[in-house]
C-alpha cells in the first residue's frame, strides 16, 4: 500500500518576511535554510534575486546606426563601465543616450532560460543583448527595451540597479496547512524557531461619516456554506498602475500586476493567507448581497471570460438580480473592475473548505483564492484583513471608506483548546521535557495556555490552526518540530525478537537478487501484489492470519499468510484482460505474516507460477497447456541450481478438493506446489489449472550450497533397463522412487518415470508404472549379470517394501 501526500508549493519572499519578524536578522542563509528543514518546512527550491541578475549591468548607448542588411535591426555601441560592446538590437525604441540593461555574454535570460553568447546576426557582430522589461520578468512589457533612469551608472551590477537582494523559496505545503499559504503564515513559522513574534502592519483608515450600511446589505442564505461575509465601501477611487513596491512584490510570489485595486486585493491575500474580491460598487444590482447556492444547470461567465455550467452545490455571492461570483473561487465579469470603476465593494469572507473543494473540482477551476479556502483561513482575522485592503486603497487610489464594515457573522466559532500530558509527550519524541518548557515552545507559534487540570495542560488553538491541531498528538507534532527534528537523539536498542531469524548480511541479499535474476532469466515477469488481504478469502490456507485493526477497507482487513492467492489474483485480473488464451510466467519475492497466538511472524516467500498455453511454439510442436510436469520442472531447474538435488514431493488431496505438494528437503518443508482451478476455488474461472510454488526462502538459502564440487565423467558407458511394476493405485511414485535408489545403490545414476497406465486387466485398484534405470561405474564396464543383478535387488524390495510386482 502507497500513501501519497500531495503538495502545493507556497512561494515566499524573504525581504517580505523579514518585514514581518522585528529583529529578525539573517546572520547565515545558509543555516536559516537547515533551520527551516528542521522544523519540518520542505524547501523545493531556493532562488537568488542577485544570481538571477549575474552578468547583467548598467549600459549606456553611445551610438546607433542602421544594420546594413536588416531594416528593423540596430547597430549599438554600448559603455558598459569596462569597455565599449558592439550589440544589434531590434527595438524600435533604443537611441543614443539612453540608459539601458544589457545582458553580457554568459548571461541567462530570465524568460527562456538562454544563454547569451558572441554571435553574428546578419553578418554584424553583437557581443550582448540590449533588454526589455519581460526578458528580465519584472513584468509582461515587451513594447520595447527597458530605458533605466538617466543618472543609472555605467557598468553598475543591474542586481544593485533593482535593489535586488531577496530569496525567493519554494515551499511544499501539505492540505493540512492552510496557514502556510501566506507571507505571515511562513513568517510565524520563522519567528517561531528563533523565538521572536510576528507583527501585522499596521492599518490605519480614515473613515468618512456616511456608513457601509446604508450603501450595501448582505444577506446569507445559505449558513452552513457561508459562516461569515464581510464588505465595506470605498468612494471615489483612482484605478492606475500600482507603485513600483507592489508590483515587485507581486512579481517576487509569480503573480501579475493588473491594476492598483486588483494588486491590493491579490497582496493582501498574499500576505495574510486569506482571499478577497473587490466588485465595482456601482455595477451591483439592487445594492445588495445574497450568498446561496445555484440551481443545477445555471450557467455563468467568470471573469477569465469562460462560461460555467453550474450544480446544486455551487455557492454564488449574488447581486439582487443574479450571480456576480462563484464564491470562494472567482469573480464575475459583471462585476469586474475596470479603468472606468470609480466605487468599489471590499468582501472579505468565510465559505466551507469542503464547499470550496468540491465546487472547485466540479467546475475544474482551480485559483489561488480556492487553494486557501478549501484549506481552510482565518475567520477571526477577517476584519483585520477587510481593514489592510482599506488602508492600502486609501493610500493607492485615494478615495473615501465609508464608515464601519456590514458584518454578517450569524453563528460565531467557538474557542478550541486541546489538551497534552508532558509525559506522553516524553514518551512519543523520546526527549526530556519540562512543562515549562513544552509552555514556552508552544507560546513561540501562538499556542497560548489557558489551564491546568488534572495533570494536562490546555491551550488555545488560534484559528489559524483550527482545521490542524484538534488532538493531543497534533500538539505533540508541534513541540518535536520546535525542538527540531535534527537534536532528536536515535535509539538503536531493539525491542523485537529477530532470534528466528538468520544473518540478513550481504550473501542472503545477494541470493535474493540471484533468484531474482534467474526467474527473469527463465521468461518469468515479476509481480508485487497487496501485503493487506481480505481475511475471509484467505482464512482457506494454513497459518492463522494477523488481523488489522484499523484497514484501508474492508477488503484489506488481514496480513497475507502467502503470496499464493495474490498470484492467483494477479493471474485472473491478466486473464480478465487478455483473454483465457494468455501464457503467463509469474513470479514474486514478498514477506508473509502470521499469528502464532505468542506472537507475530514475519518471514520471506519466493513464489512463482505457470498458466495457459506453453510459450514454445513450433511447426513440429504440439500446441498444449502448461501441465504438473512443467512447474516441476522449474522447480527442479531451480533448486539444482542451489545443489538441493533430492528434495521430495509430497502430495495431499484435502477434503476441500486442494491439491498440493509438500517440498520437504533434510526434513524440513521449503515449500508447497499448488494446483489451482475453479474447483480448488470458486473465483477461479480460469479455464485451465494453474500451478504455483511458493518457498520459504530463509529455508530455501540455509539448505543451498555455494561449495560446488566438480567430477570427473565416466569413461565407461552406461547399461540401461526399463522395468514395469504393478501397485496398488495408493501406492505413490515417490514412495517407489525412495526405493529404487535405496536399493540400486551408488552405480544407479539416474530415474526416470515415463509411463503410468492403468486397465481392468491389471485388476480392481491397480495400476502400472514403468521406470527408465540407468546404472554406470567409474571403474569398469559393467556386465549384464552385475546389472541384472542390482535390477533384481530392486524388484525385491519393492515387492518387500511396497507389495510392489512385475508386470508380466
Given at each position: 500500500?502507497?500513501?501519497?501526500?500531495?503538495?502545493?508549493?507556497?512561494?515566499?519572499?524573504?525581504?517580505?518576511?523579514?518585514?514581518?519578524?522585528?529583529?529578525?536578522?539573517?546572520?547565515?542563509?545558509?543555516?536559516?535554510?537547515?533551520?527551516?528543514?528542521?522544523?519540518?518546512?520542505?524547501?523545493?527550491?531556493?532562488?537568488?534575486?542577485?544570481?538571477?541578475?549575474?552578468?547583467?549591468?548598467?549600459?549606456?548607448?553611445?551610438?546607433?546606426?542602421?544594420?546594413?542588411?536588416?531594416?528593423?535591426?540596430?547597430l549599438c555601441k554600448v559603455n558598459t563601465g569596462?569597455?565599449?560592446?558592439?550589440?544589434?538590437?531590434?527595438?524600435?525604441?533604443?537611441?543614443?543616450?539612453?540608459?539601458?540593461?544589457?545582458?553580457?555574454?554568459?548571461?541567462?535570460?530570465?524568460?527562456?532560460?538562454?544563454?547569451?553568447?558572441?554571435?553574428?546576426?546578419?553578418?554584424?557582430?553583437?557581443?550582448?543583448?540590449?533588454?526589455?522589461?519581460?526578458?528580465?520578468?519584472?513584468?509582461?512589457?515587451?513594447?520595447?527595451?527597458?530605458?533605466?533612469?538617466?543618472?543609472?551608472?555605467?557598468?553598475?551590477?543591474?542586481?544593485?540597479?533593482?535593489?535586488?537582494?531577496?530569496?525567493?523559496?519554494?515551499?511544499?505545503?501539505?492540505?493540512?496547512?492552510g496557514d502556510l499559504f501566506s507571507q505571515t503564515?511562513?513568517?510565524?513559522?520563522?519567528?517561531?524557531?528563533?523565538?521572536?513574534?510576528?507583527?501585522?502592519?499596521?492599518?490605519?483608515?480614515?473613515?468618512?461619516?456616511?456608513?457601509?450600511?446604508?450603501?450595501?446589505?448582505?444577506?446569507?442564505?445559505?449558513?452552513?456554506?457561508?459562516?461569515?461575509?464581510?464588505?465595506?465601501?470605498?468612494?471615489?477611487?483612482?484605478?492606475?498602475?500600482?507603485?513600483?513596491?507592489?508590483?515587485?512584490?507581486?512579481?517576487?510570489?509569480?503573480?501579475?500586476?493588473?491594476?492598483?485595486?486588483?494588486?491590493?486585493?491579490?497582496?493582501?491575500?498574499?500576505?495574510?493567507?486569506?482571499?478577497?474580491?473587490?466588485?465595482?460598487?456601482?455595477?451591483?444590482?439592487?445594492?445588495?448581497?445574497?450568498?446561496?447556492?445555484?440551481?443545477?444547470?445555471?450557467?455563468?461567465?467568470?471573469?477569465?471570460?469562460?462560461?460555467?455550467?453550474?450544480?446544486?452545490?455551487?455557492?454564488?455571492?449574488?447581486?439582487?438580480?443574479?450571480?456576480?461570483?462563484?464564491?470562494?473561487?472567482?469573480?464575475?465579469?459583471?462585476?469586474?473592475?475596470?479603468?472606468?470603476?470609480?466605487?468599489?465593494?471590499?468582501?472579505?469572507?468565510?465559505?466551507?473548505?469542503?464547499?470550496?473543494?468540491?465546487?472547485?473540482?466540479?467546475?475544474?477551476?482551480?485559483?489561488?483564492?480556492?487553494?486557501?479556502?478549501?484549506?481552510?483561513?482565518?475567520?477571526?482575522?477577517?476584519?483585520?484583513?477587510?481593514?489592510?485592503?482599506?488602508?492600502?486603497?486609501?493610500?493607492?487610489?485615494?478615495?473615501?471608506?465609508?464608515?464601519?464594515?456590514?458584518?454578517?457573522?450569524?453563528?460565531?466559532?467557538?474557542?478550541?483548546?486541546?489538551?497534552?500530558?508532558?509525559?506522553?509527550?516524553?514518551?512519543?519524541?523520546?526527549?526530556?521535557?519540562?512543562?515549562?518548557?513544552?509552555?514556552?515552545?508552544?507560546?513561540?507559534?501562538?499556542?497560548?495556555?489557558?489551564?491546568?487540570?488534572?495533570?494536562?495542560?490546555?491551550?488555545?488553538?488560534?484559528?489559524?490552526?483550527?482545521?490542524?491541531?484538534?488532538?493531543?498528538?497534533?500538539?505533540?507534532?508541534?513541540?518535536?518540530?520546535?525542538?527540531?527534528?535534527?537534536?532528536?537523539?536515535?535509539?538503536?536498542?531493539?525491542?523485537?525478537?529477530?532470534?528466528?531469524?538468520?544473518?540478513?548480511?550481504?550473501?542472503?541479499?545477494?541470493?535474493?537478487?540471484?533468484?531474482?535474476?534467474?526467474?527473469?532469466?527463465?521468461?518469468?515477469?515479476?509481480?508485487?501484489?497487496?501485503?493487506?488481504?481480505?481475511?475471509?478469502?484467505?482464512?482457506?490456507?494454513?497459518?492463522?492470519?494477523?488481523?488489522?485493526?484499523?484497514?484501508?477497507?474492508?477488503?484489506?482487513?488481514?496480513?497475507?499468510?502467502?503470496?499464493?492467492?495474490?498470484?492467483?489474483?494477479?493471474?485472473?485480473?491478466?486473464?480478465?484482460?487478455?483473454?483465457?488464451?494468455?501464457?503467463?510466467?509469474?513470479?514474486?519475492l514478498g514477506r508473509v505474516f502470521a499469528d502464532?497466538?505468542?506472537?507475530?511472524?514475519?518471514?520471506?516467500?519466493?513464489?512463482?507460477?505457470?498458466?495457459?498455453?506453453?510459450?514454445?511454439?513450433?511447426?513440429?510442436?504440439?500446441?498444449?497447456?502448461?501441465?504438473?510436469?512443467?512447474?516441476?520442472?522449474?522447480?527442479?531447474?531451480?533448486?539444482?541450481?542451489?545443489?538441493?538435488?533430492?528434495?521430495?514431493?509430497?502430495?495431499?488431496?484435502?477434503?476441500?478438493?486442494?491439491?498440493?505438494?509438500?517440498?520437504?528437503?533434510?526434513?524440513?518443508?521449503?515449500?508447497?506446489?499448488?494446483?489451482?482451478?475453479?474447483?480448488?476455488?470458486?473465483?477461479?474461472?480460469?479455464?485451465?489449472?494453474?500451478?504455483?510454488?511458493?518457498?520459504?526462502?530463509?529455508?530455501?538459502?540455509?539448505?543451498?550450497?555455494?561449495?560446488?564440487?566438480?567430477?570427473?565423467?565416466?569413461?565407461?558407458?552406461?547399461?540401461?533397463?526399463?522395468?514395469?511394476?504393478?501397485?496398488?493405485?495408493?501406492?505413490?511414485?515417490?514412495?517407489?522412487?525412495?526405493?529404487?535408489?535405496?536399493?540400486?545403490?551408488?552405480?544407479?545414476?539416474?530415474?526416470?518415470?515415463?509411463?503410468?497406465?492403468?486397465?481392468?486387466?491389471?485388476?480392481?485398484?491397480?495400476?502400472?508404472?514403468?521406470?527408465?534405470?540407468?546404472?554406470?561405474?567409474?571403474?569398469?564396464?559393467?556386465?549384464?549379470?552385475?546389472?541384472?543383478?542390482?535390477?533384481?535387488?530392486?524388484?525385491?524390495?519393492?515387492?518387500?517394501?511396497?507389495?510392489?510386482?512385475?508386470?508380466?
Amino acid at each position: 500500500m502507497f500513501i501519497f501526500i500531495f503538495y502545493i508549493f507556497m512561494r515566499i519572499s524573504l525581504n517580505w518576511i523579514k518585514s514581518l519578524i522585528p529583529g529578525f536578522k539573517v546572520e547565515s542563509y545558509e543555516d536559516l535554510f537547515k533551520d527551516m528543514v528542521g522544523i519540518g518546512l520542505d524547501i523545493e527550491s531556493i532562488e537568488s534575486e542577485r544570481d538571477k541578475y549575474r552578468n547583467f549591468v548598467v549600459g549606456e548607448v553611445l551610438e546607433t546606426s542602421k544594420h546594413p542588411n536588416a531594416d528593423k535591426l540596430t547597430l549599438c555601441k554600448v559603455n558598459t563601465g569596462g569597455g565599449t560592446l558592439s550589440i544589434v538590437c531590434g527595438a524600435h525604441n533604443v537611441a543614443a543616450g539612453q540608459k539601458v540593461c544589457v545582458a553580457k555574454a554568459g548571461a541567462l535570460i530570465p524568460k527562456g532560460g538562454f544563454e547569451i553568447k558572441k554571435s553574428k546576426l546578419r553578418g554584424e557582430l553583437s557581443e550582448g543583448m540590449i533588454c526589455a522589461e519581460d526578458e528580465l520578468g519584472l513584468s509582461e512589457d515587451h513594447s520595447g527595451i527597458m530605458v533605466l533612469k538617466p543618472e543609472s551608472i555605467p557598468g553598475t551590477d543591474f542586481a544593485d540597479y533593482l535593489g535586488a537582494n531577496d530569496y525567493f523559496i519554494e515551499i511544499g505545503v501539505t492540505p493540512n496547512r492552510g496557514d502556510l499559504f501566506s507571507q505571515t503564515g511562513m513568517a510565524r513559522e520563522i519567528a517561531g524557531i528563533y523565538g521572536l513574534k510576528v507583527k501585522q502592519p499596521e492599518t490605519p483608515v480614515a473613515e468618512s461619516k456616511e456608513s457601509s450600511a446604508d450603501y450595501i446589505k448582505i444577506e446569507i442564505e445559505n449558513r452552513e456554506y457561508c459562516k461569515r461575509f464581510t464588505g465595506r465601501v470605498i468612494k471615489n477611487v483612482t484605478i492606475k498602475e500600482s507603485p513600483e513596491w507592489l508590483k515587485k512584490a507581486l512579481t517576487a510570489v509569480g503573480l501579475r500586476p493588473i491594476n492598483n485595486i486588483v494588486d491590493i486585493t491579490n497582496f493582501v491575500m498574499m500576505e495574510t493567507g486569506q482571499p478577497l474580491h473587490a466588485f465595482d460598487y456601482d455595477k451591483i444590482r439592487g445594492k445588495k448581497i445574497i450568498v446561496k447556492t445555484a440551481k443545477e444547470g445555471d450557467k455563468f461567465v467568470s471573469l477569465d471570460s469562460k462560461e460555467r455550467i453550474l450544480n446544486d452545490k455551487s455557492l454564488m455571492v449574488c447581486d439582487a438580480e443574479g450571480p456576480s461570483g462563484i464564491a470562494g473561487i472567482m469573480g464575475g465579469e459583471i462585476s469586474e473592475i475596470s479603468d472606468k470603476t470609480k466605487n468599489v465593494l471590499i468582501e472579505v469572507a468565510y465559505f466551507d473548505p469542503v464547499c470550496i473543494r468540491k465546487n472547485s473540482k466540479k467546475l475544474g477551476l482551480q485559483t489561488d483564492a480556492s487553494q486557501r479556502f478549501e484549506r481552510g483561513v482565518d475567520i477571526s482575522n477577517i476584519p483585520y484583513v477587510s481593514d489592510r485592503a482599506a488602508s492600502l486603497v486609501l493610500q493607492l487610489a485615494g478615495g473615501e471608506a465609508l464608515k464601519g464594515i456590514v458584518d454578517v457573522y450569524p453563528e460565531k466559532f467557538g474557542e478550541l483548546t486541546v489538551p497534552i500530558r508532558v509525559e506522553r509527550a516524553e514518551q512519543i519524541i523520546g526527549i526530556s521535557l519540562t512543562r515549562e518548557k513544552v509552555i514556552e515552545m508552544l507560546e513561540r507559534i501562538e499556542i497560548n495556555l489557558v489551564k491546568e487540570e488534572d495533570g494536562k495542560l490546555y491551550f488555545r488553538i488560534p484559528e489559524f490552526r483550527r482545521e490542524d491541531i484538534q488532538r493531543e498528538i497534533d500538539l505533540i507534532e508541534e513541540i518535536a518540530r520546535l525542538y527540531g527534528y535534527a537534536n532528536i537523539e536515535n535509539d538503536y536498542t531493539f525491542r523485537l525478537d529477530v532470534s528466528a531469524h538468520i544473518d540478513y548480511q550481504d550473501r542472503y541479499v545477494k541470493f535474493q537478487n540471484d533468484a531474482r535474476e534467474y526467474f527473469i532469466g527463465r521468461g518469468f515477469n515479476e509481480i508485487i501484489s497487496y501485503s493487506q488481504q481480505d481475511i475471509s478469502r484467505i482464512s482457506r490456507f494454513p497459518g492463522k492470519p494477523v488481523r488489522i485493526k484499523n484497514p484501508n477497507s474492508v477488503l484489506m482487513n488481514a496480513m497475507r499468510v502467502n503470496l499464493m492467492y495474490g498470484m492467483a489474483a494477479t493471474v485472473l485480473g491478466n486473464i480478465n484482460e487478455i483473454g483465457k488464451d494468455a501464457s503467463l510466467r509469474l513470479f514474486e519475492l514478498g514477506r508473509v505474516f502470521a499469528d502464532t497466538g505468542s506472537r507475530y511472524t514475519e518471514d520471506a516467500h519466493l513464489c512463482f507460477s505457470l498458466y495457459g498455453k506453453k510459450d514454445i511454439r513450433s511447426f513440429d510442436v504440439k500446441e498444449d497447456n502448461f501441465d504438473f510436469f512443467d512447474i516441476k520442472g522449474e522447480l527442479g531447474m531451480f533448486l539444482a541450481k542451489l545443489n538441493i538435488e533430492n528434495y521430495e514431493l509430497i502430495y495431499y488431496n484435502a477434503e476441500d478438493g486442494n491439491r498440493f505438494f509438500e517440498i520437504k528437503f533434510n526434513n524440513s518443508v521449503l515449500g508447497e506446489v499448488w494446483v489451482i482451478n475453479d474447483k480448488t476455488f470458486d473465483e477461479f474461472d480460469a479455464g485451465a489449472e494453474l500451478y504455483i510454488v511458493e518457498l520459504k526462502l530463509e529455508e530455501v538459502f540455509k539448505d543451498s550450497k555455494n561449495d560446488f564440487k566438480y567430477g570427473e565423467i565416466s569413461k565407461f558407458p552406461p547399461a540401461k533397463r526399463d522395468i514395469a511394476v504393478v501397485s496398488g493405485d495408493k501406492t505413490t511414485y515417490h514412495e517407489m522412487y525412495k526405493v529404487i535408489v535405496e536399493s540400486g545403490g551408488s552405480k544407479l545414476k539416474d530415474v526416470r518415470l515415463f509411463d503410468i497406465y492403468a486397465d481392468k486387466k491389471l485388476g480392481s485398484g491397480k495400476k502400472s508404472m514403468t521406470f527408465s534405470l540407468e546404472f554406470s561405474s567409474d571403474e569398469k564396464t559393467l556386465t549384464d549379470e552385475e546389472v541384472n543383478g542390482m535390477v533384481d535387488k530392486i524388484v525385491r524390495n519393492l515387492n518387500k517394501k511396497l507389495g510392489v510386482t512385475l508386470r508380466a
